[in-house]
């Protein structure tokens, strides 16, 4: 590939690419010619990936097509670093309406702000990509994901993880790329590679997997259904080997127009502040972290101190020492080497458990007689209370058409919202909006309980979960007292589902970060191990299976011989969580609680059913608020009545037979003839009624003379006027009074019936 040089003026090569340079800053111009791969997947749809005719400016773009969804992701990055001590990476995955050939239903008529389903797009993509990225780099990255066409077949998501890697690898970013990305399915218990929507609809499984070379996983994301550990463990298997084709594919892509990557500096401290800083505070650390009865608090309190004192120590002691951002740098380094040097010597963690054993937990429920159902489940130093609130089926989670064509999701009748206050981890900070992060641990601990809810069952479900205190594994904790709620209040649900965090920490060889020489897996961890850890691998299910996965590494790369050993930790570690649950509820409350709501079936007769809606639906509303009972019109059995308990039915009872009840109606004659007073004339008729309490019925212009009539006052019809017309029943359907008057014009054959001289 040919080099590039900064020119004064425009200036075109012979080749594949323009470059020019205005001022200082070069540009590279790609002509429109383009490289595309294929990969074939079983014989499955194709996946075509492709670069070089879109958005050139950016430092790297790739189209990504399957079957006729297509996205294109491009990736930009500044050449100068920021002052943080972390990548700023953002993802943006925007569901464009345009793409599904839709219009955005907002007032506007635009894209708005991210949705939820963008959030968690956004999320999956990050997750896969930011561990490769070299260690200290950081430079602000922007990874944008378009959408420029999508199908009813094929879900957009996962090819927005192949083409950014595709992206990052044409580009000059550093990145230790690339990954490959795959959805498997479990269909009738045969695994299936980037299922069309219609056979995820009806699978068992649905994991995505991200993999780079050697077999290695860098991301996994799950949603099952009760899914045995044997075929979630084959799954995962299968989707990392049919990674390796297209990181085959990108790499070969990036080898024939990917661009050299750039260099960066990187801050290094000196040996002599390493070996001073070290010198001051490893042993007071490692007495810290060998001193079993500290808590969250009174650890992290304790190492604030030593650090404070070493840096005191270190201003006082050098003559020109470095800035407070390096020592703290240099300090927080050898507080995780300490942190994880203990735990390979002592094979004993921080607060004295063993490698495989599970914090102190305990379980209440039923705390609060007013809620539907209500729970607290305390793991450790992590404490959630979980609440059930039951509505009626209309109260159900309806997306936006758009997100609705996306995810294939039309309504969710149950849903679980997370909140995370900042007194959980003793901070101030703001509240409102959830935020991302929020936004991603309730849809993990939805996914992990949406198995075990009745799919019949007749309310919408909503769980909340508030962390009231936090010391790691929040969102499991919430799968854990979310199943202790839902039981509590009665729901049938299928079995009790729990959940639980597994860490890791690693050794590798200085010169090769790709092959693990050490490691040790931990059982449900803290929060500390969270973050001095490698790895937070979250799994959720019920004894008999698996039904959500959530896996953040921090390294390039997990061996499956650790994913298939964290699996194997997870499950035991839930097995007995489920048990220790079980002594507070094992099953759902029999009988149901006497707040539980109730819904029934409205036998309304249809010529009485507009007198129960009432003008503009009044006398519903009325009932709403009077009794906070629900009547919903069913196109099967007219009319279904939600109550919020049997108190309020009972009475929202009363006001519909109140409102039915009206003066006893005449029984009338088929075929009878009766005098009708017109109570509204109308363009198509006159509205005519039988009886002083009758609702005035429609006598239609075809049937008011056997001439055609155009309007009634061709005929002299006036409001007031008696006139004579026969009725012929009611109408099978509406309900309504079949009435005509031109029958009569003919020679009558029936006396004429006059109901108030019947009085």
Known sequence: MSSYKSVSILRLLPSNRTNYSVGTRAYRYYSSK?????????????????????????????????????????????????????????VDYRQKAAAAGRIPTNYFKRELGPSEHEILVSRLIDRSLRPLFPNKFYFDTQIMCNLLAVDSIHDPDVLCINAASAALSLSDIPWNGPVGAVRVGLCNDEIVINPTRREQANSSL???????????????????????????????????????????????????CGKPKRTFETKTESDVVIEAVKTLCELRLREVFQNYKHDKLSRDEAVRNIQTDVLEKLKEGMESPPDQETLSRVFN?????????????????????????????????????????????????????????????????????????????????????????????????????????????????????????PKDFPFTIRLTSEVLESNGSSSMASVCGGSLALMDAGVNVSAPAAGVAIGLVSRYNADDTKHMTDYRILTDILGIEDYMGDMDFKLAGTKKGITALQVDVKIPGLPLKVVMEAVQAATEAKSKIIDIMNQAISK????????????????????????????G??????????????????????????????????????????????????????????????VEV??????????????????????????????????????????????????????????????????????????????
């Not at 075929?231 to 080997?241: C, R, S, T």
């Not at 059913?609 to 009432?614: F, N, P, V, Y």
């Not at 609702?695 to 056997?706: E, G, I, T």
């Open 682 to 759: 109308r363009e198509i008729g006159v509205m005519v009624s039988l009886y002083p309490s009758m609702v005035p019925a429609l006598l239609h212009n075809s049937q008011l003379d056997q001439r055609k009539v155009n309007h009634p006052s061709a005929l002299g019809l006036e409001e007031g006027q008696e006139i004579q017309v026969k009725y012929f029943g009611r109408d099978p359907v509406s309900g309504l009074m079949r009435l005509s008057r031109k029958v009569l014009q003919s020679p009558a054959s029936t006396t004429v019936k006059s109901l108030q001289d019947n009085r």
């Open 333 to 453: 380094n050898i507080t995780k080497g300490i942190f994880r040097d203990l735990i390979f010597e002592s094979n004993r963690r921080c607060d004295g458990r063993d490698m495989d054993q599970l914090r102190d937990i305990s379980c209440e429920v039923n705390l609060y007689k007013p809620l539907h159902g209500s729970a607290l489940f305390q793991r450790g130093q992590t404490q959630v209370l979980c609440t059930v609130a039951l509505d009626s089926i209309e109260s159900a989670l309806k997306p936006d058409p758009v997100s609705m064509l996306m995810s294939g999701i039309k309504e969710k009748n149950f849903f679980l919202h997370y909140e995370f206050p900042p007194f959980a981890t003793n901070e101030i900070g703001r509240t409102g909006p959830f935020q991302r992060r929020e936004l991603g641990h309730g849809a993990l601990a939805e996914k992990g309980i949406r198995p075990i809810i």
């Open 588 to 615: 759902p409350r029999q009988p149901k609680k006497e707040n539980w709501p109730i819904t029934e079936i409205l036998d309304v007769p249809i010529h009485k059913r507009s007198k129960l809606i009432g003008p």
């Open 206 to 256: 649905n994991l995505v997997v991200s993999a780079t070379s050697q077999n290695l996983v860098v991301m996994l994301e799950a949603s099952a259904n009760n899914v045995l550990q044997q075929d979630f463990l084959k799954a995962i298997k299968v989707g990392v080997k049919e990674c390796q084709k297209i990181i085959q594919s990108i790499s070969h892509l990036q080898n024939t």
């Open 34 to 90: 383009t490289n595309q791969i294929d990969i074939e997947h079983h014989g499955r749809a194709s996946l075509k990936l492709s670069t070089g005719k879109y958005a050139r400016f950016a430092d790297g773009c790739a189209v990504a097509q399957l079957g006729e969804t297509s996205v294109m992701v491009t990736a930009v990055c500044k050449t100068k670093p920021t002052p943080s001590a972390f990548l700023p990476l953002v």
């Open 617 to 678: 639906g009044c006398n519903l509303k009325k009932i709403m608020i009077e009794t906070g009972a629900q009547i919903i019109p069913d196109e099967e059995n007219g009319f279904r009545i939600f109550a919020p308990n049997r108190e309020a039915m009972d009475e929202a009872k009363e006001v519909i037979q109140s409102l039915l009840k009206a003066d006893k109606e005449p029984q009338l004659e088929f075929g009878g003839i009766y005098k009708a007073k017109i």
